[in-house]
């Protein structure tokens, strides 16, 4: 099987394809910072969230919340977020998976405790809805300059998004344009060669990646940076407790997000040297 001709370009020569300007700003750091991966914060509260942050950021192009699990959300938690976004070079992906009515997610993201269109670079949608979903969150998103993933494939088992859903999926992101809609969430190329325009150009960020154990109690499923990387095309590597959940300490925890971003570094470059 010939590999598919996005994974053979340089992240850098796939900025000039987008015209968004979060998809740009993700590709720009990645080749500045050597790194494709993203780690997810999934911890309880956001003060312990932005000591996770201040140990990663470094090794990272973006890091993933879902702030909805804070018990002690503020609006200082979103100002230090972005200033170490600006100081540590990442994106910032709140991960809502907006599930709704055009309607009903346009006032989701711009509104309630989070007003996660204010400062979120980057957030998903499954795309069950239909194409008003994408229609209701681009009317908040798009003048702002931030990006949209749709959930193609999930990383859990006995998933639904599979097959046609995934293919319907991925054909509702092209209809829509890629001005707001950047990439997917998805464990596999599914940007399929023989559908992809020429220029068209979409990112892809697989979650369910660890080094060591192969998944959890509760239908997670994980596999490595290589395997992702490599065997399926995957662009971003999103790593949640294989990082923030190492045992050790703060220095344990640095360490293990310079190690994940070590291996899908050089899975990367293993990759684009196949040319
Ligand atoms: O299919 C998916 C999609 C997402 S965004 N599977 C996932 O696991 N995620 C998210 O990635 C999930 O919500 C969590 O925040 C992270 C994986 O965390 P980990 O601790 O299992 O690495």
């Known amino acids: 099987m010939s590999a598919h001709?996005?994974?053979?370009?340089?992240?850098?020569?796939?900025?000039?394809?987008?015209?968004?300007?979060?998809?740009?700003?993700?590709?720009?750091?990645?080749d500045r910072k050597k790194t494709n991966l993203a780690v997810s914060v999934d911890v309880n509260t956001a003060s312990e969230a932005l000591e996770?942050?201040?140990?990663?950021?470094?090794?990272?192009?973006?890091?993933?919340?879902?702030?909805?699990?804070?018990?002690?959300?503020?609006?200082?938690?979103?100002e230090e977020l972005v200033k170490l976004s600006k100081e540590l070079d990442f994106v910032i992906f709140e991960d809502r998976k907006f599930a709704d009515i055009g309607n009903t997610v346009s006032l989701q993201y711009s509104s309630g405790?989070?007003?996660?269109?204010?400062?979120?670079?980057?957030?998903?949608?499954?795309?069950?809805?239909?194409?008003?979903?994408?229609?209701?969150?681009?009317?908040?998103?798009?003048?702002?300059?931030?990006?949209?993933?749709?959930?193609a494939e999930m990383s859990s088992k006995g998933s639904l998004a599979v097959d046609g859903y995934t293919e319907e999926t991925f054909k509702?992101?092209?209809?829509?344009?890629?001005?707001?809609?950047?990439?997917?969430?998805?464990?596999?190329?599914i940007d399929k060669s023989d559908l992809i325009k020429d220029g068209e150009d979409y990112l892809i960020m697989s979650p369910g990646v660890g080094l060591g154990a192969k998944g959890d109690s509760l239908g997670q499923q994980y596999r490595t940076p290589r395997e992702?990387?490599?065997?399926?095309?995957?662009?971003?590597?999103?790593?949640?407790?294989?990082?923030?959940?190492?045992k050790g300490g703060e220095q344990a925890v640095k360490d293990e997000a310079e190690r994940y971003r070590i291996e899908g570094w050089k899975a990367y470059e293993e990759r684009i040297s196949k040319k």
């Not at 996770?52 to 979103?78: A, N, P, Q, Y």
């Not at 957030?123 to 994408?134: D, L, M, Q």
């Not at 997917?184 to 190329?189: L, W």
């Not at 992702?228 to 190492?246: E, Q």
Request: net charge positive; with cysteine.
């Open 5 to 30: 001709p996005t994974t053979l370009l340089p992240y850098s020569e796939r900025i000039k394809l987008h015209t968004n300007p979060t998809a740009k700003k993700i590709l720009e750091i990645m």
């Open 52 to 78: 996770v942050i201040r140990r990663v950021g470094s090794s990272v192009c973006m890091v993933k919340t879902h702030v909805d699990i804070f018990e002690d959300f503020t609006e200082s938690f979103v």
């Open 113 to 151: 405790i989070h007003k996660i269109a204010n400062w979120a670079d980057l957030t998903n949608a499954h795309s069950v809805p239909g194409p008003g979903i994408i229609a209701g969150l681009s009317k908040i998103g798009e003048p702002l300059g931030r990006g949209l993933l749709l959930l």
């Open 172 to 189: 509702m992101a092209q209809e829509a344009g890629r001005s707001f809609v950047i990439g997917f969430i998805a464990q596999n190329r």
């Open 228 to 246: 992702c990387i490599i065997d399926s095309g995957s662009d971003v590597i999103i790593v949640g407790r294989g990082i923030y959940g190492i």
